[in-house]
């Protein structure tokens, strides 16, 4: 394919940073109003919009969620008279969670308006690592990029966080909560437990590629995890330190192990741990930082995680 043909429109910015990792950067002619990396893709045209404000609390933001699905809205829409304009041969979305980024079906929808260009949709749908690196590849392939270099470089990554925990005891192995929103209170899954374990920690509370299930209080207060890390779907870390204070408030807070022991951390979810991308190797190094700091020291620790 010749490559100064192809025009993508990513709506996904774990799409985008993929496309970016490819080498194909140049190539994008329009975004998702989240997708914000790498920096050089901010100039392009922005071809969604949120029909909610984010900047309301979490319950609130829940609440919204919830009516908008309920009523048979998206919580994104799609741009179609910019859509038009980029005239794309490609659009890359999702079709894993109605929540992260506007729906494979409003994509459709756009795209059924369009008069001037036909585009292929590509809609990724990954729920392990395995599925990223399947992403990754098919992405390469329907563009005709050479991605090995790519996945070698990332699973070399992983290798050597697995090589540098292989000596540890399963009593060295802490027990771990992600809090991936923090009312209602909920677990992050889907790839984070996998994370967890290849950091060296024992995950708590989801099943690893599935959906992010609700956490009661008591149950946290009863499993009483060696660490808790707060990564809330689209946050970033100043927003993550003002959830996780107003959650701290809660008389039960003092009671756990976690809190007693300083292994409260918050972490920058929405550039990591929620973007099924490339970044997901990051993510494993900071929760590498964050389980075992004896050991493992990428140079994270204040830009993407901090203690709280």
């Not at 994008?28 to 949120?50: L, M």
């Not at 038009?84 to 994509?107: G, R, Y």
């Not at 399947?134 to 563009?143: C, L, S």
């Not at 929620?274 to 700091?293: C, F, K, T, W, Y």
Request: with cysteine; glycine share 4%; proline share 6%.
């Amino acid at each position: 394919m010749e490559n100064s043909s192809i025009r993508i429109i990513s709506l996904i910015p774990s799409g985008t940073e993929i496309l970016a990792a490819l080498g194909l950067t140049d190539a994008i002619v329009g975004r998702s109003h989240e997708c914000d990396y790498p920096p050089e893709i901010i100039d392009r045209p922005i071809c969604t919009q949120a029909r909610l404000d984010s900047n309301i609390s979490s319950n609130q933001i829940h609440n919204q969620i919830n009516d908008l699905l309920q009523s048979a809205l998206s919580i994104y829409q799609v741009k179609t008279d910019i859509l038009e304009k980029l005239q794309p041969t490609h659009i890359l979305t999702q079709d894993q969670c109605k929540v992260c980024a506007v729906s494979l079906n409003e994509v459709e929808k756009a795209v059924a308006e369009l008069t001037q260009s036909t585009p292929q949709i590509i809609s990724l749908q990954p729920n392990l690592l395995e599925d990223v690196w399947n992403d990754i590849e098919r992405v390469a392939h329907i563009f005709g990029v050479d991605a090995v270099q790519v996945l070698e470089n990332l699973e070399a990554r992983v290798t050597i966080c697995q090589q540098r925990i292989q000596g540890l005891s399963l009593a060295e192995l802490p027990t771990v909560a992600c809090i991936e929103w923090t009312d209602p209170l909920m677990v992050a899954a889907n790839w984070i437990p996998e994370l967890v374990n290849l950091a060296g920690g024992q995950s708590l509370f989801c099943v690893t590629g599935q959906p992010s299930p609700n956490l009661q209080w008591e149950t946290l207060l009863v499993s009483n995890p060696d660490i808790i890390i707060f990564m809330p779907c689209g946050f970033d870390l100043n927003r993550t330190r003002q959830e996780a204070q107003l959650i701290t408030q809660n008389p039960d807070w003092q009671k756990l192990h976690a809190t007693k022991s300083g292994r409260v951390y918050i972490t920058d979810g929405n550039a990591f741990f929620n973007r099924p991308g490339p970044r997901l190797v990051d993510s494993l190094e900071i929760m590498a930082e964050i389980l075992h700091p004896e050991i493992f020291d990428y140079g994270y620790k204040g830009t993407a995680w901090e203690g709280l």
